[in-house]
Structures are given as C-alpha cells and as structure tokens.
C-alpha cells in the first residue's frame, strides 16, 4: 500500500497546476504572442542584417584573393618568359 501512497503523493498538485495552466493559457498566451512579435522580428532582421554583412565580406575577401592571384600568375609567367612583357 506504501507504493500507492507515494504514486499519488503530490498528484493533486500536478492536476491542480495543469489545470491552471489550462485555464489561463488561453487568455495570456495570446497577450505573450503580441508582445514577443516585435522583439522577435528585431532578432530576425538583426539576422538579416548580419548575413548580409558577411555575403559582402566574403565577396570582397574573395575578390581579394582573386586579385591576389592573378598577380602571382602574372609573376610567374613574367618569370618563365623573361623576354616578353605584360
């Protein structure tokens, strides 16, 4: 009988607690909702805005690079046919 007693000990509570929840998340969920709308969008735009910023700096890195490169083509092939200019 020990097993019973302490498998609906505090149950009262939980059923209480869950009813309560019940009955008031209708009625403040929505309120939470309207209230975390803005925030929620300044996170997404603040993510916008951010990925935005890296799409440019990996363009220009890249850009760099590539410049870079063709430097180090021109280098080299300045070095293998000394003769020529370019």
Do not use: Y
């Not at 149950?11 to 925030?39: Q, W, Y």
């Amino acid at each position: 009988m020990d097993f019973l007693k302490d498998a609906f000990k505090g149950s009262l509570t939980n059923i209480l607690v869950v009813a309560g929840v019940a009955i008031v998340a209708p009625v403040v969920l929505p309120v939470v909702m309207t209230m975390a709308r803005p925030v929620v969008k300044g996170v997404i735009k603040g993510g916008m805005a951010l990925a935005d910023k890296v799409q440019e700096m990996v363009a220009e890195t890249g850009e760099q690079i590539s410049d870079l490169m063709a430097e180090v083509r021109a280098e080299r092939a300045a070095a293998v046919n000394p003769g020529e200019k370019g």
